[in-house]
Nanobody, 122 residues
Framework: QVQLVESGGRLVQAGGSLRLSCAASGDFSSYPMGWFRQAPGKEREFVAAISWSEVTTHYADSVKGRFTVSRDNAKNTVDLQMNDLKPEDTAVYYC????????????????WGPGTQVTVSS
């Protein structure tokens, strides 16, 4: 089992950058990790994911080229670097740990953090 807590969310202007971090406790290094987001009135959507070995990453088309997911297994953290932010990136961002192979398509995520709010102003 793993416990997750996100941080780094805040208000930022369009075109700006933000780095979210997720701190994990427990057996972190064995889980693929992902980032998801949920905007008001919308369903939660997949943003990015990274394998336990850091070799493989996957991104939603809407963030490719702008967001970068990374992890540090020694520090039990997974980060999401967000550049060129747009108002449509406004959402609560969640990190999650996967327990099955479906992580490559944004499923099989079992453990979730409480989320951190990102607001992008135009």
């Amino acid at each position: 089992q793993v416990q997750l807590v996100e941080s780094g969310g805040r208000l930022v202007q369009a075109g700006g950058s933000l780095r979210l971090s997720c701190a994990a406790s427990g057996d972190f290094s064995s889980y693929p990790m992902g980032w998801f987001r949920q905007a008001p009135g919308k369903e939660r959507e997949f943003v990015a994911a990274i394998s336990w070995s850091e070799v493989t990453t996957h991104y939603a088309d809407s963030v490719k080229g702008r967001f970068t997911v990374s992890r540090d297994n020694a520090k039990n953290t997974v980060d999401l670097q967000m550049n060129d932010l747009k108002p449509e990136d406004t959402a609560v961002y969640y990190c999650a740990a996967a327990t099955g192979p479906g992580w490559v398509v944004g499923t099989d995520f079992r453990y979730w953090g409480p989320g951190t709010q990102v607001t992008v102003s135009s």
